[in-house]
């Protein structure tokens, strides 16, 4: 349908438009904005939308298609447009607007929205206040199921979600949580007090955004509340949200492990020299770090010149030892962000990544020796290179167990340890290992 309505745009088919659009999601309609890169086509567009529908598509845009709408619109059609927004997404666009922008948005936003706003940026960056929306309902305890419905039609309209109420005390204590299922299937003159959940699943304003994904997971929930340190319920996350954080944090983790310095843009917009700086620093870092292996071939020469043939084997190491460690690394690394391994669990960890990486190490040593065996005819260089292999795995893989782990214990984040970094650290091993044994089981032949 985005395609449809790109074509009515082109014919000047308005009406199709407007009738088109009512039957999309605002996702979809906001995907259209973005596709039209001519201000004048994107500003036409908008301005054919609905109001209803133009404020509730504004909340999906991009931060860049947000700020060319409020670039575009009256002062009275960007007060429209603010009133209809959801207090996180509110929050999410002044943090995220140019000082210009964010000038004219507060300038006509209500004072109650500004006080609200300024409150809610005290909280932490990544922190479940910085997430959280006042958008809720919530009941007393005295309220009868009656009264709560009542309620419900009444506030609900422009709360975020009603599938949970929230009990509260006279303080703004949280008493209980009772879900719209339990209010309807309820007698209408049962309390709140006699239906509701009083051992309530909740997180704290400073917890992490990352733990709060957590707890969503853990407990499969659709919105969580937020209380402060009295247990006072100050607002709720939905699960919209958690996605985005979740989206985020898989992303951030993804260029960690690659060697990429975290980015907010997506690929296309952002800048060449934005993307050249995100990697420079992790490869010139990686550069000279190889340059270890590069020493230790040149500290061998010998060896090499005696039996060329050594040479051949060494890129098979260092790639397997990479392969090895990258496993282990990789599944670690996941382990922990689950918070299925703890730190307490190293020993257990480090012990079963050892019995895999020698079954590992054996099979694959098997399969080497016997190809360079029937190759070259040569078994004292087979063995050599089997047992490197199998020295190698146990080395790479207990390093992609360990590092993650040290890294966590250093309060740094586990996805520093992954790929590059480890791959860097186990091509040096390989090698060294590869040329002590060459030392050990060849030295009559060097």
């Not at 509730?56 to 059609?77: H, K, L, P, T």
């Not at 030892?321 to 960890?349: K, P, W």
């Amino acid at each position: 349908m985005v395609d449809v309505v790109l074509q009515y745009l082109a014919d000047h088919k308005y009406a199709k438009v407007k009738e088109t659009v009512r039957e999309m999601h605002y996702a979809d309609v906001a995907e259209v904005f973005e596709s039209l890169e001519d201000p004048e086509s994107a500003q036409l567009f908008f301005r054919l939308l609905p109001k209803d529908i133009a404020a509730e598509v504004f909340s999906y845009m991009e931060a860049e298609d947000q700020e060319r709408v409020i670039s575009s619109v009256s002062d009275r059609e960007l007060r429209f447009i603010l009133d209809e927004l959801y207090l996180d997404d509110y929050v999410d666009l002044v943090e995220e607007m140019p000082a210009n922008v964010v000038k004219r948005v507060l300038k006509n936003s209500s004072p109650e929205s500004r006080k609200l706003i300024n409150q809610y940026l005290q909280y932490p960056e990544d922190s479940a206040g910085s997430l959280m929306t006042n958008e809720y309902v919530y009941l007393k305890r005295g309220t009868t199921v009656n009264q709560a419905l009542s309620v419900i039609r009444t506030t609900g309209v422009d709360k975020e979600t009603i599938n949970k109420c929230y009990v509260l005390d006279p303080q703004h204590h949280l008493e209980g949580v009772v879900t719209l299922r339990d209010i309807i299937l309820a007698d209408p003159d049962t309390v709140m007090a006699d239906i509701m959940r009083t051992s309530v699943i909740s997180v704290n304003t400073n917890d992490d955004q990352e733990e709060v994904a957590k707890m969503f997971y853990k407990y499969d929930m659709l919105a969580m509340p937020v209380v402060d340190n009295e247990n006072r319920l100050v607002g709720i996350i939905t699960i919209d949200d958690v996605v985005d954080v979740v989206q985020e944090e898989v992303t951030e983790d993804f260029e960690k492990m690659a060697g990429i310095l975290p980015s907010e843009d997506t690929y296309l917009k952002t800048p060449v020299f934005t993307l050249f700086k995100s990697r420079i620093l992790w490869l010139m870092v990686l550069m000279v770090s190889a340059m270890v292996s590069g020493a230790l071939i040149t500290h061998f020469e010998s060896a090499i010149s005696a039996l060329p043939l050594l040479v051949s084997f060494i890129p098979m190491l260092m790639g397997t030892g990479g392969n090895s460690g990258s496993q282990s690394s990789t599944t670690i690394i996941r382990s922990m962000a689950l918070d299925e391994v703890e730190l307490s669990d190293f020993f257990r960890v480090w012990w079963k990544e050892v019995r895999v990486a020698l079954l590992c190490g054996v099979a694959l040593g098997a399969v080497n020796y016997a190809r360079i065996a029937f190759q070259y005819h040569d078994g004292s260089i087979a063995m050599t290179v089997s047992l490197t292999l199998v020295v190698t795995v146990v080395v790479a893989k207990s390093l992609g167990c360990i590092l993650p782990m040290l890294a966590k214990k250093l309060k740094l984040d586990p996805a520093l340890m992954a790929s590059p970094m480890l791959t860097t650290i186990t091509d040096a091993c390989s090698i060294l290992v590869f040329f002590l044994f060459v030392t050990l089981f060849l030295g009559n032949r060097l």
